[in-house]
DNA sequence: TTTAGCAGTCACAGAAGGAGAGTGCTAAAT
DNA sequence: ATTTAGCACTCTCCTTCTGTGACTGCTAAA
């Protein structure tokens, strides 16, 4: 299945001058531009053995060729994966989120528009979670007579919001030694123990509890925490999206779509970064595109999803050192609150 | 200045039309379709004089004719504002924003999309915002030894969160002492009265307390609460956007400008409804749409924005009807938990 | 003031042609 | 067996040209 070392060195030409210019390469440059030491027709015959085994395509038959899925697959799996970005770069990442570290969500947003921008394409991170989620606090805060505000923290600092509406009349004093007592009784379970769990409760406990109980089912009843997608622009104004229609229903696709839950997830515990591209892809309006995915965070405790979305024709070693050097920088942060 | 009964009438059928179609409007169409009783050489004359008085446009010399500018604002004068969505739409829209009621940001998220959907345009919602924050409570999470995480209430159930790193351990009943006696001191307050509040401070109270500062300061900064912005592809599918170039630096100045701080804002007290047209946009990369905006809440204490943004040639009584119907929703909801 | 009639203008679509890019093939050279 | 030069061939792309159809603007009569 070798291709001989030569072969091996157009199609790694192609590919990259593919990804440099977006248009079909032709022999006569491959020749004379790489100092091959030989003729365009030989490079011709070689193109010719490379298109018949699918590493290559044209457009139509007197132009150039381009790569095919097969001819990027076997690209990224002959880059070295363990590319790092330059220091310096990382050093600005570093310092760019450090300023916005204790915002929380507001940082992973940072994150992802930050992503966008290094790698030119849409960035995707998702927010940590862990596999079942556990309670850790709860507040109640006091609206008006009937209503309050349900503020329920999950570990991994998660906070999630909920309007009550009682049938009695109810003080702030009464909300918080309710909480008191929730919080003593429900501290660290998931919520499965919360259900098993028989206490005497008031009904305004029994309602609160409930609502407890249907906020952390939806929790873990998601694949992924909430979606920061950033970067849509840039990676539109790629050549590749000249014509709208390709444009619209990816765009339909990533404002709308659950995209992310049909996708192969990395695994974290084996450091694995994973590179979806073209057909490979199950999402049909995807098929066009590459994925460079990885997860962070902490196995068993919260895990988050940091990727790149592009066209197959992308920077590929540095959407992939840009993808690892975010999911260090986003595990370490994880770390320090979790 | 007024146009004379046919004029008018030959003015609105050319925008109805044009808004319908998106092509050029024929003489002959307009005085065949419409039964006005005359021949196309007088639907010429009239239309003549439109072009002069610049209400009608030609795309070239030998076309039919689309509206300026100032035929969509005269368009949108002489459309009645008060127009109801049917009462079938206003129920469905009620009933599918009931469910999600309890879920506040989420709720907007929400109500964003369903007002995309309805206009098949993009849709604006802000969050509610009063112009000077109140505190109204806080909690102390401990995260871990000496990280804990700050959850910050204002009025009209605004949740912020912050991480913060103390410089001794700390545990959760010390936090909860210390909230304790924060929420006591600051309840009620505006950011100012917490600055000139001099009480005897622990360094970690006045650690929170910088904090909380912090945070209502921002608050105050920003003119607008976080916007929702939805529907994006339902707008660019128009055929306005057929060519690239367009789209995406709209695109852009969506997805990451400031661009509703430059847009004049309609005022909640006199129940205003504001249509900009084109070119009355102050911003440049808006200038090709209509913005329908709104605002919803309650003056001096929690109001955001409720809007559209769409192809000028839009649907203005359709989108106007159900700017005007969320506007009311958001209201009635806001007053809900203020 | 309105109308019919008609010449005139322009966009658009399709055909034709030429230029240029790049190949595939063949036959000779290494 | 591999490499090379040379050349005919193919196909796209751009330009030019032309005919057609859509509308108008104008004029002169109703």
């Not at 600092?157 to 919080?183: E, G």
């Not at 429900?186 to 919360?194: F, H, K, P, Q, R």
């Not at 109980?213 to 000249?242: C, I, N, R, W, Y």
């Not at 070693?317 to 994880?334: H, Y």
Request: charged residues 25%; proline residues 5%.
């Amino acid at each position: 299945m070798a291709l001989g070392e030569r072969k091996e060195a157009i199609l790694k030409i192609i590919v990259n001058e593919y990804i440099a210019g977006a248009m079909p390469i032709a022999s006569k440059d491959i020749a004379y531009n790489y100092n091959l030491k030989v003729s365009p027709a030989t490079v011709r015959n070689d193109v010719a053995y490379l298109e018949e085994q699918d590493y290559v395509m044209r457009p139509h038959p007197s132009a150039g060729t381009m790569p095919t899925d097969k001819a990027y697959r076997h690209y990224v799996e002959t880059l070295s994966w363990d590319v790092e970005l330059p220091p310096i770069e990382q050093d600005l990442l570093y310092e760019l989120l450090r300023e916005a570290k204790e915002e929380t969500e507001q940082w992973l947003k940072l994150a992802a528009v930050l992503l966008a921008r290094f790698v030119r394409n849409v960035a995707v991170i998702t927010l940590p979670k862990a596999p079942q989620c556990r309670f850790k606090r709860l507040d109640l805060v006091a609206l008006q007579d009937f209503v309050a505000l349900l503020i329920l923290v999950l570990y991994e600092a998660r906070v999630r919001q909920k309007i009550l509406s009682f049938n009695k009349r109810i003080t702030q004093d009464d909300l918080t030694m309710l909480a008191n007592k929730l919080n003593s009784v429900y501290a660290g379970m998931t919520n499965s123990e919360i259900l098993a769990k028989k206490t005497e409760f008031s009904p305004e406990e029994r309602q609160v509890t409930a609502c407890v109980v249907d906020t952390m089912a939806t929790e873990d009843k998601l694949e992924h925490g909430k979606p920061f997608l950033e970067g849509l622009h840039l990676m539109l104004s790629q050549p590749e999206f000249a014509q709208n229609p390709r444009m619209l229903s990816l765009l339909e696709l990533l404002e709308e779509g659950d995209w992310l839950g049909n996708i192969p997830r990395p695994e974290l515990d084996k450091r694995e970064l994973r590179i979806i591209i073209g057909k490979e892809n199950p999402d049909e309006a995807l098929q066009d595109l590459s994925l460079i995915i990885a997860e962070y965070g902490i196995p068993d405790k919260a895990r988050g999803i940091v990727g790149v979305v592009g066209p197959k024709r992308m920077d590929y070693a540095r959407a992939i050192s840009s993808v690892n050097c975010l999911s260090s920088l986003l595990t370490e942060s994880v770390a320090e609150y979790i």
